[in-house]
């Protein structure tokens, strides 16, 4: 069976400092991985996924992730927090194409100035 | 295009009663999905849509739901008999292609007293 692992429920940065979001996957089959970001009272938008190729896979917002088959990672990391990125962010992953995806617990993103 | 929506946002309702939650998809969007996420927990996967064929469920969909997509456009998900434990945000999504992205609705909150 498939399963995300999100380390750390709430991960805290100042504005201009790197944001590093973990997560861990468990999959039978190669993934297809996912990451997710909910702002209150909104739905969930995506910021990028991971098929198949290049295994840095750039996204919106100025985020990116890494997909690591060896150590069964896809962390989220964005170079410089603002603000606005504050939110919750779901990491998930699926076993084929267009079948359900399987969520992460979540991390709630707070960033200060 | 305004997305996919959901309705009614917002349901409470009294243990032991049913309850109906509407998803429009995004316009021409074949593939839909339900998914059901409490406080403090990713969304968890309910059931899924191809045009009208419901192609997968999950084991959470207990014989008091149901899902019905008659034309391949909007869905439905009934609870009959409503239980405290069922109070959730209850989400949506639709795809164009398996491989393409899910957009989520709003989601419907619903609150068992």
Known sequence: AQSVTQLGSHVSVSEGA???L???????????????VQYPNQGLQLLLKYTTGATLVKGINGFEAEFKKSETSFHLTKPSAHMSD???YFCAVSNQAGTALIFGKGTTLSVSS | DTGVSQDPRHKITKRGQNVTFR????????????????LGQGP?????????AQLEKSRLLSDRFSAERPKGSFSTLEIQR??????????C????????EQFFGPGTRLTVL
């Open chain 1, 18 to 20: 790197l944001v590093l």
């Open chain 1, 22 to 36: 973990r997560c861990n996957y468990s999959s039978s089959v190669p993934p297809y991985l996912f990451w997710y």
């Open chain 1, 86 to 88: 504050a939110a919750e």
């Open chain 2, 23 to 38: 998803c429009d998809p995004i316009s021409e969007h074949n593939r839909l999905y339900w998914y059901r996420q409490t």
């Open chain 2, 44 to 52: 968890e996967f309910l059931t899924y849509f191809q045009n009208e």
């Open chain 2, 82 to 91: 409503t239980e405290q434990g069922d109070s959730a945000m209850y989400l």
């Open chain 2, 93 to 100: 999504a639709s795809s164009s292609d398996p491989h393409n």
